[in-house]
């Protein structure tokens, strides 16, 4: 499976008119993970906890403090995943969205760091639903 360049990862998370990009590189690594045998709880499982993230982080200053904190510690949680899973799918996926989200996590200004989240969240929706699209069980 070949890796997202990190200057197309920047694309799709930093600029708002990334998101051609994001269709074409969640289209291929959905295509590539359902191909490998990766199921759809498996994405779901990470997804679910990103989606519950994201309804903290829309709860104020506060909430957003916390759900940025559960946003760095998903980063352990994913390479947790990623090595029980005992499958390459997962590795994969995770090596993907892992700096992704350091991309998220490294501004400093909270506007920015909420539009970066609402791309990243965007992404992994999309590789979610194509994989789905492809097959995915």
Same mark, same amino acid.
């Given at each position: 499976?070949?890796?997202?360049p ?10 708002? *008119? *990334?998101?051609?990009? =994001? ?5 291929t =690594?959905?295509?590539? @993970? ?12 990470? /997804? *679910? ?10 709860? %104020?200053?506060?909430?957003?403090? @916390? ?23 997962v590795?994969? @996926? ?8 350091? =991309? ?17 969240v965007? /992404? ?10 492809? *097959? %995915?069980?």
């Amino acid at each position: 499976m070949s890796p997202i360049p990190l200057g197309d990862l920047k694309t799709i998370i930093m600029e708002t *008119g *990334g998101a051609e990009l =994001l269709v074409k590189h969640a289209n291929t =690594l959905a295509s590539e @993970l359902q191909k490998t045998g990766l199921t759809t709880s498996q994405i779901r499982s990470l /997804f *679910g906890e990103v989606r519950q993230i994201q309804a903290q982080w829309h709860m %104020g200053d506060q909430q957003q403090a @916390l759900a940025r904190r559960r946003l760095i510690l998903l980063k352990p949680k994913m390479a947790y995943r990623a090595k029980r899973e005992r499958k390459k799918a997962v590795e994969h @996926l995770v090596a993907v969205l892992d700096p992704a989200l350091d =991309l998220v996590i490294s501004t400093n200004d909270p506007g920015l760091q909420t539009r970066y989240f609402e791309h990243f969240v965007d /992404f992994f929706e999309a590789i979610l639903a194509y994989h789905k699209a492809y *097959g %995915g069980n």
